[in-house]
């Protein structure tokens, strides 16, 4: 073979393969497809708590390991960025909530049965109101008609004088009834107690700010279907809070969003609105 002709054919060759070299297109990330869709379905689900949710740990494993080669390693990295970011912002808020509950228990805490004394009315705490021994039985259909009667907003307040959680919860429930009335807070504390005499006795120990009702015999599929109506899902367990706006509709219940500790600043946030 000439010089020429070994020349023109290494050119060829060396032609042939830069094009498939500058053709070799990068794969998209197996990984990459699997967390962007669990990305996507857990935002939508728990919107900003998404970002603290155990899951996005995982989400996050499968983005460190988009090979960095793929077209979606770029991609990979931004997300990644994104995840922490939102993640120090959403931690950055809840420790503020943090503070401001603590801050409303505290004050909540405080409210106690006023004693003779010197002080002045501003300086002298809310004074609980007594218990008159009567219990109003209702069906469990009026849970209903006394959620939209017009409040800025209304605790629904599920209980047992025989639950022992439910009597732990109840002091928070009478203060944050006590605290918010004057603001267009009522609360509907609903008895499952099936003995009227042992809830009387138990409300003349603790005396309730709220009216206290009693449900009369009903099926025990009957409160789920109040609760549903409102928008809520009753767990059959007790005790039990949805706090619902002035249209009678769901804000947040427990067990969930509606914890105990947030009481009060879920309540505030409906108020405010």
Wanted: aromatic share 6%.
């Amino acid at each position: 073979m000439s010089p020429s002709l070994r020349s023109r054919s290494l050119l060829a060759c060396l032609l042939l393969m830069t094009g498939l070299a500058c053709g070799t297109k990068r794969k998209p990330s197996e990984e990459y497809t699997q967390a962007y869709l669990a990305f996507g379905r857990l935002t939508a689900t728990k919107s900003d708590l998404a970002y603290v949710d155990p899951e996005m740990t995982t989400i996050e494993e499968l983005l460190h390991r988009v090979p960095p080669q793929s077209m979606d390693a770029e991609a990979a990295s931004r997300l990644l960025a994104r995840i922490a970011q939102e993640r120090q912002r959403v931690l950055t808020e809840q420790e503020a909530m943090k503070s401001k509950v603590a801050d409303d228990l505290a004050g909540i805490a405080g409210l106690k049965v006023a004693s003779a004394g010197d002080a002045s009315e501003e300086e002298k705490p809310r004074e609980l109101p007594g218990f008159n021994g009567r219990v109003e039985t209702v069906e469990v259909d009026a849970l209903l008609e006394r959620t939209r009667t017009g409040n800025k907003a209304t605790l629904v307040f599920v209980y047992a004088s025989s639950c022992s959680s439910c009597r732990k919860m109840f002091p928070t429930v009478n203060a944050v009834a006590l605290n918010y009335r004057e603001q267009g807070l009522e609360v509907v504390g609903l008895s499952l107690d099936t003995d009227e005499s042992e809830l009387v006795r138990y409300l003349q120990r603790s005396p309730p700010v709220f009216t206290p009702l009693r449900a009369a015999p009903h099926e025990p599929e009957s409160l789920a279907r109040v609760v549903d109506d409102f928008g809520g899902t009753y767990p059959n367990n007790i005790p039990y809070l949805a706090l619902l706006d002035d249209k009678g509709k769901l804000v947040a219940e427990s067990p969930g969003k509606l914890h105990p500790s947030s009481l009060a600043a879920h309540i505030e946030q409906v108020l405010l609105r």
